[in-house]
Structures are given as C-alpha cells and as structure tokens.
C-alpha cells in the first residue's frame, strides 16, 4: 500500500510561481514511476508531467518549459516546481504512483488546489 500526501497548493496571481510537494510511504519509492496530473472543472484528468526511476521526465506540452518536476528519493518526495502560471493552470493537482511492471499497483494523493487568479 502506498499513501501520497500533496502540499503547496494555493492562490497565485497570473506569472508567479508555486512548488507542489508530494510525500509517499509504505512502499520502495525508488522504483516507482511517478507523476502528477490535474484536472480542471467540467474537464477531464490530465497528465502534466512524469518522472521516471532512472530520472527521465516528459511533459504535458501545455506546460512543457514552465513546469519542472524532480524527485527526491532519500526524502520520498516528488516535487512540482510551476513557473509563469496562468489562469488555465488552475486545477485541482493530484500525485500518482505507478509500479513499472505491475500496473495494477497505481496510487493517488487526495488532491491539491491550485488558482491562478488576479
């Protein structure tokens, strides 16, 4: 079993900035795969960005070169940094892990707000 706690959410004006932290326990956190997606009101789950174990990263292209995730395995912690936020940022932020074989094995945190708003 595994448990992600998301903290950081918040209000932001439009251009600022926020990092979303994701704690995990319960599990080796090494090797799991993971990522943080958000979803808007009236919209669909959406994946913006994924880290892999050996570090890789790949990003949602809405925020491909503002959005930098990162992880920091000693502490278990995946981390969101968001830069020049805009409105259409605002989401509810949820962390996932996911096993690499075993897809079954698929965890999610309770969620973060995120609102950028003036």
């Known amino acids: 079993q595994v448990q992600l706690v998301e903290s950081g959410g918040g209000l932001v004006q439009p251009g600022g900035s926020l990092r979303l932290s994701c704690a995990a326990s319960?599990?080796?956190?090494?090797?799991?795969?993971m990522a943080w997606y958000r979803q808007a009101p009236g919209k669909q789950r959406e994946l913006v960005a994924e880290?892999?174990?050996?570090?890789?990263?790949d990003y949602s292209d809405s925020v491909q070169g503002r959005f930098i995730i990162s992880r920091d395995n000693a502490k278990n912690t995946v981390y969101l940094q968001m830069n020049s936020l805009k409105p259409e940022d605002t989401a509810v932020y949820y962390c996932?892990?996911?096993?690499?074989?075993?897809?079954?094995?698929?965890?999610w945190g309770q969620g973060t707000q995120v609102t950028v708003s003036s």
């Open positions: 319960g599990t080796i956190f090494t090797i799991y795969r």
């Open positions: 880290i892999i174990r050996g570090g890789s990263t």
């Open positions: 996932n892990a996911r096993h690499p074989l075993n897809y079954a094995l698929d965890y």
